[in-house]
Each structure stands twice: as C-alpha cells, then as structure tokens.
C-alpha cells in the first residue's frame, strides 16, 4: 500500500486493538460510535481520513450488533473517501455456516461475506476460519491467519515429553496435522456425532492415546461440550494428561463450568474474543503482535507467508 494509514477500534474487543496499536507504536484513530436509544449504530470519524488506509479492527462475535457496527464503520470510511479500508476481524462470526450441510438452510458465512464487500471493504485479515474455503467466498484479498503462531511455540517451552495432538472432530484433522507434524508427534482423531446443534450424541477417539500427554487443538470452543465430552473420552483411553488449545474462546451458556469441572487440566486461548468469566483452567495468550505484524506487511507491501507452519 505504502500510503499513510490508520487503526481504529469498534466497540467490541478495544482491548486487543489497544495492544496492536501499541506494537504498531501508532495510536488508535479517534472515532465516535453513538447509539441511540432503540439500539441503531451510527458512526462518525473525528478527523478526516481522505486518501488514507483504514484498517478496521472488530471481532465478529455475538451479539449481532458487532457485524453491524463494522458494516458502519465501513460505510462511514466509504463515504469520508479512504483510499482502502481494511477490516481486521480476528474472530470472523458466522463462519460455522459454511456450506448447505441439509436442505433448505441458510450459508451464514457466504452473507456476512456479501454483506462486507457490499458496504467497501477492500481487503480481510483474520484468524482461524471454521473452514479455509470461506476465503473463496470473498473477491477482495483475504489474509488468514493461524492460532498455531502462538500455540505452537508455546507448547515447545513446555518441554512436554510423549505429546499427541489431538482433533475433537473430523474436519479439525488438518489444523490438528499442522500441529501434529510441526511438533513431531502423534495424531489422534474424534468422530463424532451430533442429533442437534451444540448437542454431541456420541464421540469415538480413533488412535493410541495410552500414557500421552494429549493437546486437543480446535477453532471455536462454544458450549464446550464436544471439548469435554472428548477430554473425557481420552482419558478413559489411558492418557497422562489432556489439555486444549483453542483459537477462539466464545464460551457461551454453562462453557466455563464444564470446563473447571473436566478433566482438562488447562485449556488455551487467544484474545480474538475477550474472556468473558475467568476460570483456574483457562489461560489467554495474546494475538495482537501476530496482528500487528500482518498489518505492517500490509502496509508495507511485504510478505506475510512466514507467518504460516505448513
């Protein structure tokens, strides 16, 4: 890009965008973001940002309110005339509605991406998409980026002897190879099956997991059920210990019981969405020097592939 650029912070995780302006060592962009009384979004920059690069910092997360304020803060970037508006959705929202898994069910994830590049937006930088083929359905440049960055290095200071990652389900068995083959370890994978959403009816472990220190690593823990539930099973199987690493941390109805009550010794996750409750169990490591870094490269017209184990 190589124009002058600023960062400004919606309302729904300012803490984070705190940190990556700190290791941007460039200060947050002031904006007002009103609300009137029947909760309608309005947005306002407080000094102009005509031929400037916009980058917009706001996880996606619940409640539907964060979506819209970005689609406005987009609008409002739009129309003051910015050269190119960039959002930074560390959490991207409704990215589990990926594809049309039954009939006659909605592709959350294919709107919200619609409903983005309608409103202006000229390029995404985010984390952990629930599914990599989500960055198809944008035609604007997409940067996705990975929790393993953090993760990974973390679990080589732990000196762990006799890991094995381990994936709760299926479609996590990529992301968990990634970290399997950057630690040099065992893989184990989880089947299971679900009558109703955030409701798991049965989970197998395929593989060895006796005497192992077990990492289940995902994208979204939610309910924390299907973690549990595994975390469980696992250690039935015989193993030494279970942790989890988790991108996303949205823990959502009775998530932080379940887990103080598991089996899980400790669990993992960034700051994309901020910790909600604090719980013994849990453990934030932080993404905004990761975001920081991407967004510098962005600036700079540089690569970002180092940022990636493969």
């Known amino acids: 890009m190589n124009y002058e650029y600023v960062l400004v912070a919606g309302r729904s995780n300012p803490e984070l965008a705190?940190?990556?302006?700190?290791?941007?060592?460039?200060?947050?962009?002031?904006?007002?973001?009103l609300q009137f009384k029947d909760g309608e979004i309005q947005v306002y920059f407080n000094d102009t940002i005509r031929g400037k690069n916009v980058f917009l910092i706001q996880p996606t997360f619940s409640p539907a309110d964060n979506i819209i304020e970005l689609l406005i803060m987009i609008d409002a970037a739009k129309r003051a005339s910015a050269r190119n508006i960039v959002a930074?959705?560390?959490?991207?929202?409704?990215?589990?509605?990926?594809?049309k898994d039954k009939p006659r069910t909605s592709i959350g994830a294919k709107l919200m991406c619609n409903l983005l590049m309608a409103a202006g937006v000229t390029r995404i930088i985010t984390m952990d998409l629930h599914a990599d083929q989500i960055q198809g359905f944008f035609e604007?440049?997409?940067?996705?980026l990975f929790a393993s960055n953090v993760f990974i290095p973390y679990v080589k200071e732990m000196n762990m002897d006799n890991i094995c990652i381990a994936s709760p389900d299926t479609g996590g068995t990529k992301r968990a190879s990634t970290y399997a083959k950057a630690l040099n370890c065992d893989?184990?994978?989880?089947?299971?099956h679900r009558e109703k959403q955030n409701e798991v009816a049965s989970l197998q472990i395929i593989g060895d997991v006796?005497?192992?220190?077990?990492?289940?690593?995902?994208?979204?823990?939610?309910?924390?059920?299907?973690?549990?539930?595994a975390a469980a099973r696992i250690k039935e199987m015989g193993a030494k210990s279970v942790r989890a690493m988790c991108a996303h941390g949205l823990f959502s109805g009775s998530a932080i019981e379940n887990i103080e009550n598991s089996v899980l010794?400790?669990?993992?996750?960034?700051d994309t969405v901020p910790l909600r409750k604090e719980c013994s169990k849990i453990k934030v490591v932080s993404v905004s020097k990761l975001m920081a870094e991407v967004?510098?490269?962005?600036?700079?017209?540089?690569?970002i592939s180092s940022h990636y184990y493969v």
């Open 18 to 33: 705190k940190k990556i302006a700190e290791h941007l060592n460039k200060p947050l962009f002031p904006v007002d973001i």
């Open 88 to 99: 930074v959705v560390p959490y991207f929202g409704y990215a589990r509605q990926d594809r």
């Open 140 to 144: 604007i440049p997409v940067d996705h």
């Open 187 to 192: 893989l184990v994978i989880g089947y299971k």
């Open 210 to 229: 006796k005497d192992k220190n077990v990492i289940i690593v995902d994208d979204i823990i939610d309910t924390a059920g299907t973690l549990c539930k």
């Open 265 to 270: 010794e400790e669990v993992l996750v960034t």
């Open 295 to 303: 967004i510098q490269a962005v600036v700079d017209d540089t690569s």
